[in-house]
């Protein structure tokens, strides 16, 4: 792969306010293995080569379990996720594959029936960031550390 532009040494304010959403989510009610395992899950299914060496050595970092992270692309096909984590996997599938159909309903009332409001808003802003740090990383070229 050629070298391409490094958005953080050209345009860092825009670097900084993709960050700013990273500081958001240390605040908020998931924890620290849900965000992996969304982070995980949408750089799978982006390819993202990057972001998921990242996320799957902070996810062994945190605890989460070499198996899960493994079966983490048949996540549907396994008992080792709890009902929240599969509601999770869900969204970030239905939220990262938008124009496949978006939300479904379906998801969106198992989501409501297990989380309330703020977490649900938590949940998108962490797939959705994921998504933006898949898209600037997989644009341009960034190389897997290690």
């Known amino acids: ?9 050209v345009e860092p304010a825009a670097y900084k306010a993709m960050y700013a959403l990273e500081v958001y989510l240390q605040g908020s009610k998931l924890t620290t293995i849900q965000k992996e395992l969304i982070k995980i899950r949408a750089s799978q299914l982006n390819g993202c080569a990057f972001c998921i060496n990242m996320h799957t050595s902070d996810a062994l970092a945190a605890g989460e379990t ?3 992270i ?3 692309n048949a996540w549907k096909e396994t008992n080792l996720f709890t009902e929240e984590e599969k509601v999770m996997l869900a969204m970030t599938e239905e939220i990262t594959l938008l124009p496949k159909a978006g939300l479904s309903e ?3 009332r198992r989501a ?8 649900i808003a938590q949940i998108i802003i962490a ?15 960034l190389p897997v550390a290690g």
């Open 127 to 141: 797939i959705v960031t994921i998504n933006g740090w898949n898209r600037i990383a997989v644009s341009t070229n």
């Open 70 to 72: 493994f079966l983490l």
């Open 112 to 119: 409501a029936r297990l989380f309330d409001e703020q977490t």
């Open 1 to 9: 792969m050629t070298t391409r532009i490094n958005i953080n040494a």
């Open 106 to 108: 379906e998801t969106y």
């Open 66 to 68: 070499s198996q899960r």
